[in-house]
Each structure stands twice: as structure tokens, then as C-alpha cells.
């Protein structure tokens, strides 16, 4: 036979190639995947730290208008509400000690150191 017959090669690796670019895909898809994770961190964060913010400035405006409601709820807000406003929305009365009803406490029984039972139930009336 002659020599100068050529072998029955592939010219390109085929094979190789395929390989090659399989593994080129699985690396850039790996790396795209990982740049899009760090990506939704990131996003993720500035949307805990922006919902931190408005839930920082919320309590903030709440202790403002707790603060607010006990200033003008006080007894002499009130006072001075009803002098300015002849008809005021209440009127402020003094309390007289014939309406007063004062509960002196009980004596202590001689037997002080015996148990007994405590309850919160009121009794019937």
C-alpha cells in the first residue's frame, strides 16, 4: 500500500473542543450566577437599611406626638385652654372634700405571721 494515504482523522478536535467550551459555560454560568447573588445582597440590604430608616423616623414621630398629647393633655394646658376659651370643651371644676371618700387602712391582725389566702376575686354584690 502507499504511504502517502492519509489516516481517517479529524482536521479539528471535535471532541476537545466540545470539552473545552462545556467547561467554559459551566465556569461563566457559575460566575454569573454568583455576580447576580451578590448583586440581590447588595439590593436586598439597601432595602432592610431604607425600611430601618422609615421604621427609625416612625418612632421618632410617635414619641413626638406622645410627648405632644401628655403636653396638652396636662393640667395646666387644660387650665389655660379654658381661660383663653370662655366656653371650653370641659370645664374644671376643684374638687370639694364632701365628694371625697377616704379608706383607712385596715389594722393589722394580732396574728400577723399566720398564712391565709389571697384572692383577686371581688366578692358578689
Known sequence: MSSNRRRNANLLPVARIL???AIILI???GALYYVNAKNEVHRYGQRVKALEHEIQSALIRDEVVMSRIAKLSSYEA???R???EKEAFAQLVPVNDSVLVRI???A???NASE???V???QPAR
Do not use: A, D, M
Open 19 to 21: 470539552v473545552i467550551g
Open 27 to 29: 465556569f461563566g454560568g
Open 78 to 80: 387644660l387650665r389655660k
Open 82 to 84: 379654658q381661660q383663653h
Open 104 to 106: 383607712q387602712e385596715r
Open 108 to 110: 393589722v391582725p394580732v
Open 115 to 117: 398564712v391565709r389566702t
Open 119 to 121: 384572692s383577686n376575686l
